[in-house]
């Protein structure tokens, strides 16, 4: 409703300048140009976040001082604290750093966001920036025109600085106009009025405009114009540095509660370095003068002097706050729980996080790692095994003999409450992330689709095999009882074994160790099937019988392939998309097959027909 009602607003009252002053007309089409120009740099970046993100992450977050200068380092190269700001609370909702880790770069950014107020007040103001953004749009426009992701991605970040250069000189004409017809100043409010007024138009500005950078380079124009006192400019930039926390509550929204932790971590942190700077102002004015003095900034440049204090605040500002970051932590967490909804719902996926296919790939793998974890315990409910039972060290054959206790469950609920809207998330996120993606991501990207899809089947095969489960569990015949006991066993030993694997980071013992399972599946299906027909040639099942225990068993093989399917994906996605390592080490169906055929006459060589096959622990 607000949205609806403020964009009209700003249209209304754009298009009364334009009409009024022509002034007007530059001020705004500056701005204008300085925001593209932002957009246009934070596209270019993007282009640059590569396989080797996570790793930069991690060795940049690992502790505190190096998340503040990640914070610091990254803002002064992207110039946009809110783009930090966002894709930070993307990196937090994909777990790829922590809260403390998010807190400390958004402290750095907030620093590093004074460095555009020095480059300006320094040097844009003082150059003819315009004669240096044309030659940069040219040749940032024929970078954009090659192949290249890495090219485009220059070519986007040149175009972005001529257009920032661009909007530079227009609010810089604009004002410098406004001086030869009309003097702004004569609005000047002094005092602890003007303090608080022109500090809630610093805010409203940002919030319009969705940056900080944009709305300080508006205000040293307009100082270096003298349309604004230097009093008045302070207070619009302490304002200005609070109104920069909307765009990461904006970006908040749709994040995970990480996200919004980290989003109420940076306005607190802004709404304290506000404060201080507000009830500390005549102190700070003294130590912005002798800074000054010392650094030989002249008693009237305040462009300059303006930075000084912009920088001055927020450093003091962070001297104050990251002595309390963990105090800070546990009170978000507090303060900020996860809503506990009646359906499980999908926790690392984030608008915010589309934006970098990297971190977008991060999201949904993990997302699809919680899929996996929710259909682990319904698969162990639906063979009536605890998620316990199987995950401990308690031997599963023990389980084939006695009468199994069967566990109430219904599938249909239970995959609406814990697997219907992650599945329905992850395949919307999966097609949206694709699209968006570069090509190289589209191996990992179907392997994440297919691990999905692998889930869902695997449950449904399991809801099938349940019809004659449950009864043959309970069975006066033994035999029934036993193979239907053993299919139960054999799908609780692939959890367990694929729950192991999960935890090795090496892709080779994994793969492996994948193939040589399913050798074990073809082994144990030829071997039920030889079980049935001594069974139905002894008469000790029927043939109605024997056909159930067929049926049900290809629904066995059906979870069990599933299982190793799915393991197989998410492991294929994790390996960097240039990696050929899965497609050289897995095994071809038709290896498999024939690997199991030679052990399988090996053991018929081994043991006669009327062997005992029912105390061979195959899975």
């Known amino acids: 409703m607000l949205r609806r009602i403020l964009l009209p607003s700003i249209f209304a009252l754009l298009a009364y300048g334009f009409w009024a002053s022509v002034n ?3 001020v705004a089409a500056g701005v204008a140009l300085f925001l593209f120009g932002m957009l246009c740099m934070e596209q270019g970046f993007k282009a640059f976040s590569g396989g080797a993100l996570q790793r930069v992450l991690t060795a940049s977050t690992d502790k505190l001082w190096k998340s503040v200068s990640f914070g610091v380092v990254s803002t002064t190269l992207m110039q946009s604290s809110s783009l930090v700001s966002v894709i930070t609370i993307s990196f937090l909702s994909a777990e790829l750093i922590s809260l403390a880790g998010g807190i400390g770069i958004i402290f750095g950014a907030n620093l590093g966001t004074t460095t555009g107020a020095w480059i300006i007040a320094g040097f844009g103001l003082k150059v003819k920036l315009s004669t240096y953004a044309l030659p940069i749009l040219v040749f940032g426009v024929i970078l954009l025109m090659q192949e290249s992701k890495k090219a485009k991605g220059l070519g986007w970040a040149l175009v972005g600085i001529g257009f920032l250069f661009l909007g530079i000189h227009y609010m810089k004409e604009g004002f410098s106009s406004f001086a030869q017809n009309i003097d702004l100043t004569q609005y000047a409010i002094s005092g602890i009025l003007g303090l608080l007024v022109f500090t809630l138009i610093g805010i409203v500005a940002t919030v319009i405009m969705q940056s900080s950078h944009a709305t300080l380079t508006l205000i040293i124009t307009a100082l270096a114009a ?66 000054s003095d010392k650094v030989g900034i002249a008693a009237d440049n305040y462009t300059l002097k303006l930075a000084m204090f912009h920088t001055l605040f927020n ?10 970051i963990q105090p800070l932590v546990r009170w978000l967490e507090r303060k ?65 003999d006695p009468p199994g206790k069967v566990m109430e469950l219904d599938m249909d ?47 449904k095969a399991v809801k099938h095999l349940r019809k004659n489960l449950l009864p043959g569990m309970r069975s006066p015949n033994k035999d029934v009882r036993h193979e239907y006991n053993r299919f139960r066993v054999r799908i609780a ?3 367990r074994e694929v729950a192991e694997l999960r935890e090795s980071d090496d892709a080779v ?29 002894e008469g000790s099942i029927t043939s109605q019988t024997a056909t159930s225990l067929i049926n049900d068993a290809s629904y066995t093989r059906e979870v069990i392939q599933r299982l190793l399917d799915l393991t197989e994906d998410l492991n294929k996605a994790a390996i960097s ?43």
């Open 509 to 537: 013992v994994t793969l492996l160790s994948l193939d040589q399972i399913r050798v074990g599946i073809v082994e144990a299906e030829d071997h039920g099937i030889r079980i049935v027909d001594r069974l139905i040639r």
């Open 336 to 400: 900020l729980r996860e809503e506990k909804m009646p359906h499980a719902k999908p926790r690392y996926l984030s608008e915010a996080s589309l934006a970098i296919p990297e971190v977008a790939l991060r999201a949904i793998y993990k997302e699809t790692q919680h899929l996996f974890r929710n259909a682990f315990t319904l698969i162990a409910h639906g063979v009536s095994l605890r998620r316990s039972t199987i995950t401990g060290s308690e031997d599963l054959q023990a389980f084939i």
């Open 413 to 459: 609920e239970k995959y609406a409450l814990t697997i219907k809207d992650i599945y329905s998330a992850n395949i919307e996120f999966l097609g949206r992330a694709q699209a968006a993606a570069p090509p190289e991501y589209a191996d990992a990207y179907n392997a994440l689709r297919r691990a999905n899809t692998n889930v869902v089947t695997a449950i």
């Open 577 to 619: 998309h240039d990696d050929p390592l899965h497609d050289e080490l897995a095994l071809r169906p038709e290896e498999i097959e024939k690997i199991a055929q030679q052990s399988d006459n090996g053991d018929s060589h081994r043991e006669p027909e009327g062997s005992d096959y029912d105390n061979r622990q195959i899975i």
């Open 24 to 26: 007007f007309k530059d």
């Open 493 to 495: 030993q692939v959890l």
């Open 226 to 291: 003298s349309q604004i006192t230097y009093e008045n400019a302070l207070a619009l930039a302490i304002g200005a540095n609070v109104g920069t926390t909307i765009t990461a509550i904006l970006g908040s929204i749709s994040a995970n509660i990480a996200g919004k932790r980290l989003a109420g971590a940076h306005l607190v942190f802004n709404l304290v370095t506000g404060l201080v700077a507000l009830i500390f102002i005549q102190p700070l004015l003294t130590v912005v003068d002798l800074l």
């Open 315 to 324: 450093v003091i500002g962070i001297m104050i706050m990251l002595p309390m």
